[in-house]
């Protein structure tokens, strides 16, 4: 069948089943199916419109991943002489994550019986992207952002029976019993690093939170590495002008997976800051942006309003053919089993609930009224596909958009 005919079949099926039926009749949708091989668009829809395309922004903080910071993160840029041991941050955020166990940053500060002593960045980022909510500032899922992360810029919190423990223990945690609660609650206050735990002692369950600390000044960085290292840590008032070296922490991938398959907005930030921080030693995502989309990125057919990594912000703007276009980058520029361990897949990640054939390989997206999916499609013919879907303005569960979704790419892996 060719690609004409291909079209013509796919347009019937998504008018019939598809585009005029709830969940997605009265939502903004857009839709981008393209051959690589053939240079064939399969089906387009509404795909020069622009979209909020939530966590699907994640794809594109990969490709700068991928691009600009090389086999291994960044950990600090460093100096040292017979008697000081001077370091930058470069916004790694595996320092002191719990998730990995390699540490060369931190065997560095705790074996040098040098001073060490802390070199201010250029900063121009704030704390949290454009955009932000900003009454999030208490869930797991908006941690600070700052040059140089630690424990991933939360607080982790733990309660079982009597037992209440907080990491980093820096900061202090305020347990409060109530019995009318069904549930355990933690929280921050909004403006410092107090926080709060609520309980019912009747409750026997395991409680396992996060809840993002303020990273403050330079100040409380140094607070934090003092407590971490037990060593006095000095500031840089005139850092020496010397060659600095860049101490590298761990596998990129590593970080890139989590980041694709959990959707971590942490980690999708931090890897612009990463990005800017290896290439021109300032801590900038708007630089990194602004970079790819002048070089790398010049091909995109819709310029987009590209604001941060994770999708958090509703600024962001990107059509589906857009993402069509860095998709097809990515598979041109680096090889394919790389992409396929990367990114989610039927039954793995965010995508654990669907797909379960695994003929996709997706970032998934979602927003109060946004539902966002884009990335390869195998069909049992074993024809590569890229494809964008982006949905928008939508009155009705996530759930049913995604399933709608799943029928439509499910009807093409079977028929072609």
């Given at each position: 069948?060719?690609?004409?005919?291909?079209?013509?079949?796919i347009k019937k099926w998504a008018d019939a089943e598809l585009l005029h039926q709830a969940p997605m009749e009265q939502a903004h949708v857009g839709i981008c199916i393209y051959e690589p091989a053939s240079g064939k668009y399969w089906y387009q829809y509404q795909d020069d419109k622009f979209f909020t395309p939530a966590s699907n922004n994640k794809i594109f903080a990969l490709y700068a991943g991928m691009k600009l910071l090389g086999d291994s993160l960044p950990g600090v840029r460093y100096y040292e002489n017979d008697?000081?041991?001077?370091?930058?941050?470069?916004?790694?955020?595996?320092?002191?994550?719990?998730?990995?166990?390699?540490?060369?940053?931190?065997?560095?500060?705790?074996?040098?019986?040098?001073?060490?002593?802390?070199?201010?960045?250029?900063?121009?980022?704030?704390?949290?992207?454009?955009?932000?909510?900003?009454?999030?500032?208490?869930?797991?899922?908006?941690?600070?952002?700052?040059?140089?992360?630690?424990?991933?810029?939360?607080?982790?919190?733990?309660?079982?029976?009597?037992?209440?423990?907080?990491?980093?223990?820096?900061?202090?945690?305020?347990?409060?019993?109530?019995?009318?609660?069904?549930?355990?609650?933690?929280?921050?206050?909004?403006?410092?690093?107090?926080?709060?735990?609520?309980?019912?002692?009747?409750?026997?369950?395991?409680?396992?939170?996060?809840?993002?600390?303020?990273?403050?000044?330079?100040?409380?960085?140094?607070?934090?590495?003092?407590?971490?290292?037990?060593?006095?840590?000095?500031?840089?008032?005139?850092?020496?002008?010397?060659?600095?070296?860049?101490?590298?922490?761990?596998?990129?991938?590593?970080?890139?997976?989590?980041?694709?398959?959990?959707?971590?907005?942490?980690?999708?930030?931090?890897?612009?800051?990463?990005?800017?921080?290896?290439?021109?030693?300032?801590?900038?995502?708007?630089?990194?942006?602004?970079?790819?989309?002048?070089?790398?990125?010049?091909?995109?057919?819709?310029?987009?309003?590209?604001?941060?990594?994770?999708?958090?912000?509703?600024?962001?703007?990107?059509?589906?053919?857009?993402?069509?276009?860095?998709?097809?980058?990515?598979?041109?520029?680096?090889?394919?089993?790389?992409?396929?361990?990367?990114?989610?897949?039927?039954?793995?990640?965010?995508?654990?609930?669907?797909?379960?054939?695994?003929?996709?390989?997706?970032?998934?997206?979602?927003?109060?009224?946004?539902?966002?999916?884009?990335?390869?499609?195998?069909?049992?013919?074993?024809?590569?596909?890229?494809?964008?879907?982006?949905?928008?303005?939508?009155?009705?569960?996530?759930?049913?958009?995604?399933?709608?979704?799943?029928?439509?790419?499910?009807?093409?892996?079977?028929?072609?």
């Amino acid at each position: 069948m060719q690609a004409d005919a291909q079209s013509a079949a796919i347009k019937k099926w998504a008018d019939a089943e598809l585009l005029h039926q709830a969940p997605m009749e009265q939502a903004h949708v857009g839709i981008c199916i393209y051959e690589p091989a053939s240079g064939k668009y399969w089906y387009q829809y509404q795909d020069d419109k622009f979209f909020t395309p939530a966590s699907n922004n994640k794809i594109f903080a990969l490709y700068a991943g991928m691009k600009l910071l090389g086999d291994s993160l960044p950990g600090v840029r460093y100096y040292e002489n017979d008697t000081a041991l001077f370091v930058k941050g470069m916004g790694d955020p595996s320092f002191l994550h719990p998730d990995y166990t390699y540490q060369p940053l931190l065997q560095l500060l705790q074996q040098t019986s040098k001073n060490i002593y802390l070199v201010p960045v250029v900063n121009s980022n704030k704390r949290y992207g454009p955009g932000w909510a900003w009454g999030d500032y208490a869930d797991d899922y908006q941690p600070e952002l700052n040059e140089w992360p630690m424990y991933g810029n939360v607080a982790r919190i733990y309660h079982h029976k009597d037992t209440s423990t907080i990491v980093p223990d820096i900061y202090h945690l305020n347990v409060i019993s109530d019995d009318t609660l069904s549930s355990a609650i933690t929280d921050r206050d909004e403006r410092n690093n107090t926080f709060f735990l609520k309980y019912n002692p009747k409750d026997k369950e395991i409680t396992k939170a996060e809840v993002p600390f303020i990273t403050g000044s330079v100040q409380d960085l140094r607070e934090r590495l003092e407590d971490t290292l037990h060593k006095r840590i000095g500031f840089a008032v005139a850092p020496p002008t010397g060659t600095y070296k860049v101490l590298n922490s761990i596998p990129s991938d590593s970080l890139f997976t989590a980041m694709m398959q959990r959707s971590d907005n942490f980690f999708a930030e931090q890897t612009l800051i990463m990005s800017a921080a290896r290439s021109w030693d300032t801590i900038s995502s708007k630089r990194t942006i602004d970079y790819l989309l002048s070089n790398d990125l010049q091909s995109l057919p819709h310029p987009p309003q590209w604001v941060d990594g994770s999708g958090l912000s509703r600024y962001n703007l990107f059509t589906p053919r857009d993402f069509v276009t860095v998709l097809t980058l990515l598979k041109q520029q680096f090889p394919q089993e790389r992409l396929w361990h990367i990114l989610a897949t039927g039954g793995r990640g965010t995508l654990r609930n669907y797909y379960q054939q695994q003929f996709v390989h997706a970032k998934t997206g979602t927003l109060n009224g946004v539902v966002a999916l884009s990335g390869y499609l195998v069909t049992k013919k074993n024809k590569i596909l890229v494809f964008s879907v982006l949905v928008n303005n939508h009155h009705d569960t996530a759930t049913s958009v995604r399933r709608a979704v799943e029928r439509m790419l499910t009807m093409i892996w079977k028929d072609y």
